[in-house]
C-alpha cells in the first residue's frame, strides 16, 4: 500500500510539473508574440539605379544591376538574402538572387550591386513585342523578395516604370 501511494505522489508531482511548464511556455510564447506584433516596419524602398552589360566571352550574357535601397525605418535592417526580376514590357528578362548584401541604416540609403545573367531565351519574345509595336519607352518592372536576419519578416517590393530611348 505504502508503495503504490509513493508511485501516486510521484505522478502527481510529475503531472503538476509538466503543468507548470506548459504554462511558462504558453506565457514565453505570448511575449514572443506581443514582441514581434509590436515590431512594425515600413516596407524599404528599392529603386533601380542602373542596369549595364558585362563584357565576357560566356554564352550567357552578364549584367551589372545597380539598386538603391532606402530604409525608412529608425532601426537598421539587417539583409539576408534577396530574390529578384526584372523585366521589360512584360518580359522577364533578368532573374537572380544574392545573399551578400549590408545592413541598410536606420533611415538611410545604400546602394547594392548583384551581377546576374540575362535570360536569352526571353530576348525575341521582347524583339518581336518591339517589331509589332515599336516604341520610344519601354516599360519595366523590378520585384524582389528581400529577408532579413533575425525576427524581422519579409518584404516583398515592386518598383514599375519607364526607360525612354534615345535615338
Do not use: W
Amino acid at each position: 500500500m505504502i508503495k503504490s501511494t509513493d508511485q501516486h505522489i510521484t505522478t502527481s508531482a510529475r503531472t503538476v510539473g509538466l503543468k507548470v511548464t506548459q504554462r511558462l511556455a504558453g506565457i514565453v510564447m505570448l511575449i514572443v508574440l506581443v514582441g514581434c506584433a509590436s515590431l512594425k516596419l515600413e516596407q524599404p524602398r528599392v529603386a533601380l539605379e542602373s542596369i549595364s552589360p558585362l563584357s565576357g566571352t560566356s554564352l550567357q550574357p552578364r549584367v551589372k544591376v545597380t539598386l538603391s535601397i532606402t530604409n525608412p525605418n529608425s532601426i537598421a535592417l539587417p539583409l539576408k538574402g534577396m530574390s529578384y526580376t526584372i523585366a521589360l514590357n512584360g518580359v522577364e528578362l533578368i532573374q537572380g538572387a544574392s545573399n551578400d548584401l549590408p545592413t541598410i541604416p536606420g533611415y538611410g540609403t545604400e546602394s547594392v550591386v548583384v551581377v546576374v545573367g540575362a535570360n536569352l531565351s526571353a530576348a525575341p519574345k521582347l524583339l518581336l513585342r518591339f517589331l509589332v509595336n515599336p516604341t520610344q519607352t519601354f516599360d519595366y518592372a523590378f520585384k524582389a523578395k528581400i529577408d532579413l536576419k533575425g525576427p524581422y519578416p519579409s518584404f516583398n517590393i515592386v518598383e514599375a516604370g519607364e526607360i525612354e530611348i534615345s535615338r
